[in-house]
């Protein structure tokens, strides 16, 4: 029988929303449970924990926008910030950094290898235990997101007036992100719990890694449904989904879903160089607050065998500069499409990805030319100078082989290449250690793990009682 539990207080401190830096407020967050978990989920209710902000502040037409506008913000600090939206690093670097597209920027350590880029990430009970692990903080503004994107669309829908409801189509595409995100990182079995504008919390037990992702295409589909009139945010909706039907190999529906999607399209997170706020940098600041630097990564080349040429192959789409090297003697490379100072945009969705999902959807339909024609488009027409045409390899994997590596050029440090290894295992037939990074770690002692994905924190397993641990660990 469901039974009714109130959170403690230990609970919600370390898993709800904290406070904005602008004062505005968010709620609790766990995470979201799909319609085939609603039987085995816990709901909470009563009085708010102690430390919970009263989520009636918010009940006022300016509080539902600056909900609305808190979500927006936070998302881009979770997706590509300098502290990720809970003072962890972001979704783009933990995901580039457990694939081939980065390394730790303490690489060439002699004594320690950093867990998530020697793919070491071991299944933890004990929360003590990884609260310095990188995947910690990411899990965390994800979540945030989530739980706020929830929140600001209970308050537009009930104070936000005709206007207001305009705005709700919007999030729910940023919700929807985030669970791909979660989806790409983090083992099966994501637990995913809700929370409305009146402070009504629910746990629920975890999610398959399709689950996620399919409970992520029906919320593209509410953006879709209800942003009619904005191309900018239907678009953004129409790409989205195609991301997660790809992911569940649906590759005909996810080709349709962005064939109306134009040629320029583009939909980007904004962030401020650091002398504006430190705060609002992305990800590619070098030497942050603090000190820490002279950055939190490298642009990795060739890494463990299996990792791309990023640097070697002189590619415009993927070139970094050496900054110098770090404490024990590496040189430590910078992306050149990012700006030091943390200023640049960071684009989520384009036309360059919906051409790049066309060109798949051609390639398994056995539509040879039509895939071709997809990728040199691309090189044609999506940067300045133009590349020169690529060739036809001749064999299926050969095909598979230059689709993926043009996927990784063209989507470099986005947040989409830990999905793509993901899917060369799942999809593809391909076996782990042909697509991660593997053989002689370049720090500590020994090689690289078998590790693809992220534990779900530990914190999950001790608080969450319909929580079990990961269902898999596999792609």
Same mark, same amino acid.
Request: with cysteine; proline share 6%; aromatic share 8%.
């Given at each position: /029988?469901?039974?009714?539990?109130?959170?403690?207080?230990?609970? /919600?401190?370390?898993?709800?929303?904290?406070?904005?830096?602008?004062?505005?407020?968010?709620?609790?967050?766990?995470?979201?449970?799909?319609?085939?978990?609603?039987?085995?989920?816990?709901?909470?209710?009563?009085?708010?924990?102690?430390?919970?902000?009263?989520?009636? +502040?918010?009940?006022?037409?300016?509080?539902?926008?600056?909900?609305?506008?808190?979500?927006?913000?936070?998302?881009?600090?979770?997706?590509?910030?300098?502290?990720?939206?809970?003072?962890?690093?972001?979704?783009?670097?933990?995901?580039?950094?457990?694939?081939?597209?980065?390394?730790?920027?303490?690489?060439?350590?002699?004594?320690?290898?950093? %867990? $998530?880029?020697?793919?070491?990430?071991?299944?933890?009970?004990?929360?003590?235990?990884?609260?310095?692990?990188?995947?910690?903080?990411?899990?965390?503004?994800?979540?945030?997101?989530?739980?706020?994107?929830?929140? @600001?669309?209970?308050?537009?829908?009930?104070?936000?007036?005709?206007?207001?409801?305009?705005?709700?189509?919007? $999030? #729910?595409?940023?919700?929807?992100?985030?669970?791909?995100?979660?989806?790409?990182?983090?083992?099966?079995?994501? %637990?995913?719990?809700?929370?409305?504008?009146?402070?009504?919390?629910?746990?629920?037990?975890?999610?398959?890694?399709?689950?996620?992702?399919?409970?992520?295409?029906?919320?593209?589909?509410?953006?879709?449904?209800?942003?009619?009139?904005?191309?900018?945010?239907?678009?953004?909706?129409? +790409?989205?989904?195609?991301?997660?039907?790809?992911?569940?190999?649906?590759?005909?529906?996810?080709?349709? =879903?962005?064939?109306?999607?134009?040629?320029?399209?583009?939909?980007?997170?904004?962030?401020?160089?650091?002398?504006?706020?430190?705060? @609002?940098?992305?990800?590619?600041?070098?030497?942050?607050?603090?000190?820490?630097?002279?950055?939190?990564?490298?642009?990795?080349?060739?890494?463990? *065998?299996?990792?791309?040429?990023?640097?070697?192959?002189?590619?415009?789409?993927?070139?970094?500069?050496?900054?110098?090297?770090?404490?024990?003697?590496?040189?430590?490379?910078?992306?050149?499409?990012? =700006?030091?100072?943390?200023?640049?945009?960071?684009?989520?969705?384009?036309?360059?990805?919906?051409?790049? *999902?066309?060109?798949?959807?051609?390639?398994?339909?056995?539509?040879?030319?039509?895939?071709?024609?997809?990728?040199?488009?691309?090189?044609?027409?999506?940067?300045?100078?133009?590349?020169?045409?690529?060739?036809?390899?001749?064999?299926?994997?050969?095909?598979?082989?230059?689709?993926?590596?043009?996927?990784?050029?063209?989507?470099?440090?986005?947040?989409?290449?830990?999905?793509?290894?993901?899917?060369?295992?799942?999809?593809?037939?391909?076996?782990?250690?042909?697509?991660?990074?593997?053989?002689?770690?370049?720090?500590?002692?020994?090689? #690289?793990?078998?590790?693809?994905?992220?534990?779900?924190?530990?914190?999950?397993?001790?608080?969450? %009682?319909?929580?079990?641990?990961?269902?898999?660990?596999? @792609?």
């Amino acid at each position: /029988m469901i039974g009714s539990v109130r959170a403690t207080r230990r609970t /919600m401190r370390l898993l709800r929303l904290g406070r904005r830096h602008d004062g505005r407020t968010c709620v609790i967050a766990l995470v979201v449970a799909i319609a085939a978990c609603s039987p085995d989920q816990i709901v909470g209710s009563g009085s708010l924990p102690p430390g919970v902000v009263d989520p009636g +502040i918010t009940k006022t037409p300016a509080g539902a926008l600056a909900a609305y506008r808190g979500t927006l913000a936070l998302f881009a600090q979770a997706f590509g910030g300098s502290f990720g939206g809970s003072n962890g690093i972001s979704h783009i670097v933990v995901a580039g950094i457990l694939s081939d597209e980065l390394q730790a920027n303490s690489v060439g350590d002699l004594n320690t290898a950093d %867990p $998530l880029d020697s793919r070491v990430l071991p299944e933890l009970s004990n929360p003590a235990l990884e609260q310095f692990q990188t995947y910690l903080g990411d899990y965390r503004g994800l979540q945030q997101v989530r739980g706020q994107a929830e929140e @600001a669309r209970g308050l537009l829908e009930a104070y936000g007036g005709d206007s207001g409801k305009v705005l709700v189509g919007h $999030l #729910y595409a940023i919700e929807a992100y985030s669970e791909l995100f979660l989806a790409d990182l983090f083992c099966s079995g994501i %637990p995913l719990s809700t929370v409305d504008y009146n402070g009504d919390y629910t746990y629920a037990q975890g999610s398959t890694t399709s689950e996620v992702y399919q409970h992520a295409a029906t919320f593209f589909d509410s953006t879709i449904f209800r942003s009619t009139d904005s191309a900018r945010i239907l678009n953004l909706a129409l +790409i989205g989904k195609a991301r997660a039907l790809l992911a569940l190999g649906r590759y005909g529906e996810a080709g349709q =879903a962005v064939a109306a999607v134009p040629d320029g399209f583009q939909y980007t997170e904004s962030f401020a160089a650091a002398t504006v706020a430190s705060s @609002a940098a992305n990800f590619a600041l070098v030497t942050p607050p603090g000190g820490e630097g002279p950055w939190i990564a490298s642009v990795s080349d060739r890494e463990g *065998i299996d990792g791309l040429d990023y640097r070697s192959s002189r590619d415009p789409r993927t070139s970094a500069t050496p900054l110098g090297p770090n404490i024990f003697g590496t040189t430590l490379y910078h992306p050149d499409k990012y =700006a030091t100072d943390g200023s640049s945009s960071i684009v989520l969705a384009d036309w360059v990805e919906a051409r790049l *999902i066309e060109a798949e959807a051609a390639l398994h339909a056995g539509d040879v030319p039509t895939w071709l024609a997809k990728l040199n488009h691309l090189r044609e027409t999506a940067i300045t100078p133009a590349l020169p045409d690529t060739t036809d390899p001749g064999t299926p994997d050969g095909r598979v082989n230059l689709l993926f590596r043009e996927r990784a050029f063209w989507l470099f440090l986005t947040g989409h290449r830990q999905g793509d290894l993901r899917r060369l295992i799942r999809q593809y037939g391909r076996d782990q250690s042909q697509v991660y990074p593997s053989g002689l770690y370049p720090g500590g002692t020994g090689t #690289y793990g078998s590790d693809i994905t992220a534990p779900i924190p530990a914190l999950e397993r001790q608080y969450n %009682p319909r929580f079990a641990g990961c269902a898999s660990r596999g @792609a």
